[in-house]
């Protein structure tokens, strides 16, 4: 090909270009090689003022080394590069972006954070790939309209910039399923945010939000709400309809009073801290079924109700620097990793009791239950409660109201018929037999290695926890229960997992493998997605590093996925 001809055509959409020297930075060529091979280009922190032009026509000019040898292997043929899908140019100093970003409509992710961006081209429009955008740590003020035509944008990050406002059409953007807005200035959210109804994950938190619209309610796939850090006095009644709700991070705000959650039943993590709430009624714990974390600390509580108690999956309880004085005894029945009291007016438990520990504090509250019923044993059984032959009490109304069946710290070896008598024609949908001694079927602190098959056949399962047991595999038939949210299974042996037959569980959120035997963790399990909280303490393996597993689930899946093999 003579140099006229190579010269001769410039026009990207008219033929091929030479590769010719930038008069701006320039990149080693090896790597463009490997990116038209790969369709991956990563120019993360390299100084860059400006993105070379040779990046943008990496797809549409003639490489420089088919310009210095013309005799090609078959291996090396430059027309049949692949078109670049994932450009990462973070980390750099770059203040704007050329119009011949439209140059490379392959794009499936483009990364631009930690830069000088205050806009963006309107070309963005014509990236109809892009699946995912990073534009946070920049100075973007407001974003074009051209970005709401982005109809394949699953992932958009645009925490830690300057906007005030959203453009119109917004809503538009329909297959987005994680959006973080966080430490920006936004002082509302559109109503037409409703109609996001792909989003899985808001994330709105150090605004400077005073409400938020009653519409949210309308996004039925919201899993992860964080409003952390924003200047919300009330929160909408129709925010505990969200059904599909799981987290909710309601931090450091201005809240009096909390809404009911008739609807919550997935809610696993309500966080609540720093706000000035004065009450906590049963209204706002009773539909509350599913919850493991409760952070109430620093308000302005001066009690706890009763019904507290009934949360039998409540693993960690903060209730410091509030004005509490006294715990119903019944919270020593809750099966808590963590209770935090420090910073109460507390009369009825001791300090010393407290500085041992949340163990140490729970047995406390369960002897103070057996001094209190010494003398009421003998009289006849209360509406909420019943005796067995086992000198142990049922609490019907956990039973008629979580669906919950408990019997647990017993050091058992089998559980009595009238426990289950106690159920009559309840519906019952979580079981707690843990802490026993028993050799099968039942759950945790046990020595179980195996699940039978018939198992599959619990059609409504929705957790099941298996820790401190023996199982050196997640029983297979595991991946038969299509309602699993969440699976407990720490503290076992398990060396393997199988990140096909999981990525078939759509609705699993929760898998805890923390303290097992994994010597590898499948780079396939980031393709499970539905995944919000994945815990891997405690295992043997060495990628990936802590450092990774401490940045949270997202981050650790997102991991996973750069290391499946081509």
């Known amino acids: 090909m003579s140099r006229q001809l190579r010269t001769s055509r410039f026009d990207p959409r008219a033929g091929f270009h030479a590769e010719g020297k930038d008069s701006g930075p320039s990149v080693p060529q090896g790597l463009l090689k490997a990116a038209r091979s790969s369709g991956q280009l990563n120019l993360a922190g390299r100084n860059l003022g400006e993105v070379p032009q040779c990046v943008w026509r990496i797809n549409v000019d003639i490489p420089e080394e088919a310009n210095q040898n013309l005799s090609f292997s078959s291996t090396e043929r430059w027309w049949d590069q692949t078109d670049l899908t994932k450009l990462i140019i973070s980390s750099n100093k770059l203040q704007s972006l050329s119009d011949d970003l439209r140059l490379l409509p392959a794009l499936t992710v483009l990364d631009i954070h930690d830069n000088q961006l205050t806009s963006l081209p309107s070309?963005?429009?014509?990236?109809?790939?892009?699946?995912?955008?990073?534009?946070s740590h920049n100075k973007l003020k407001m974003l074009p309209e051209e970005i709401t035509s982005l109809k394949n944008l699953k992932v958009l990050h645009l925490q830690h910039n300057e906007l005030t406002c959203l453009p119109e059409g917004f809503e538009q953007l329909s297959s987005l399923e994680d959006l973080d807005l966080s430490s920006n200035r936004l002082?509302?959210?559109?109503?037409?945010?409703?109609l996001l109804s792909s989003l899985l994950r808001l994330n709105l938190s150090s605004n400077q939000l005073k409400s938020l619209p009653a519409e949210i309610?309308?996004?039925?796939?919201?899993?992860?709400?964080?409003?952390d850090s924003n200047l919300l006095e009330t929160v909408p009644p129709d925010v505990g309809s969200m059904e599909s709700l799981e987290l909710l991070y309601l931090r450091r705000n201005k809240l009096r009073v909390l809404p009911e959650f008739p609807s919550s039943r997935q809610l696993k993590e309500l966080h609540?801290?720093?706000?000035?709430?004065?009450?906590?009624?049963?209204?706002?714990?009773?539909?509350?079924?599913?919850?493991?974390?409760?952070?109430?600390?620093?308000?302005k509580l001066r009690s706890v109700p009763e019904e507290l108690s009934l949360l039998q999956c409540l693993e960690r309880l903060d209730l410091s620097n509030n004005d509490i004085s006294s715990l119903p005894c019944s919270l020593g029945n809750l099966h808590l990793k963590f209770l935090a009291l420090e910073g109460n007016p507390l009369r009825t438990i001791r300090r010393e009791i407290i500085a041992k520990g949340t163990q140490e504090v729970l047995k406390y509250l369960r002897s103070k239950i057996k001094d209190d019923?010494?003398?009421?044993?003998?009289?006849?059984v209360s509406e909420t409660a019943m005796t067995l032959p086992s000198e142990s009490r049922v609490n019907v109304h956990a039973i008629v109201t979580l669906k919950l069946l408990d019997y647990s710290d017993k050091q058992a070896t089998l559980i009595p018929d009238d426990i289950f008598d106690a159920t009559r024609s309840n519906t019952?949908?979580?079981?707690?037999?843990?802490?026993?001694?028993?050799?099968?079927?039942?759950?945790?602190?046990?020595?179980?290695?195996?699940?039978?098959?018939?198992?599959?056949s619990l059609t409504k399962l929705q957790t099941i926890n298996l820790s401190f047991n023996r199982f050196k595999v997640l029983p297979p038939v595991l991946y038969d229960i299509p309602t699993l949210e969440a699976v407990l299974i720490s503290n076992n042996q398990v060396g393997s997992v199988d990140p096909h037959k999981m990525k078939l569980m759509e609705n699993l959120s929760t898998l805890d493998l923390q303290n097992n035997d994994l010597l590898q963790i499948p780079p396939e399990l980031g393709n499970c997605v539905q995944l919000r909280t994945l815990l891997l303490d405690g295992n043997p393996f060495r990628v990936p590093r802590a450092a990774i597993l401490m940045k949270g689930t997202a981050a650790v899946l997102e991991y996973l996925r750069d290391r499946i093999p081509a």
Do not use: W, Y
């Open 428 to 456: 019952i949908a979580s079981v707690n037999f843990s802490k026993n001694q028993l050799c099968e079927i039942p759950k945790r602190n046990n020595f179980l290695s195996s699940l039978p098959e018939e198992m599959s």
């Open 272 to 299: 609540l801290g720093e706000n000035q709430i004065e009450m906590l009624g049963a209204e706002h714990l009773q539909h509350l079924q599913a919850i493991l974390v409760l952070d109430l600390r620093g308000n």
């Open 123 to 135: 070309a963005i429009r014509e990236l109809d790939n892009l699946q995912k955008l990073n534009l």
């Open 217 to 227: 309610s309308r996004m039925k796939r919201l899993k992860h709400l964080d409003c």
């Open 187 to 194: 002082a509302a959210v559109p109503a037409g945010f409703a």
């Open 373 to 380: 019923s010494g003398t009421s044993q003998n009289d006849s």
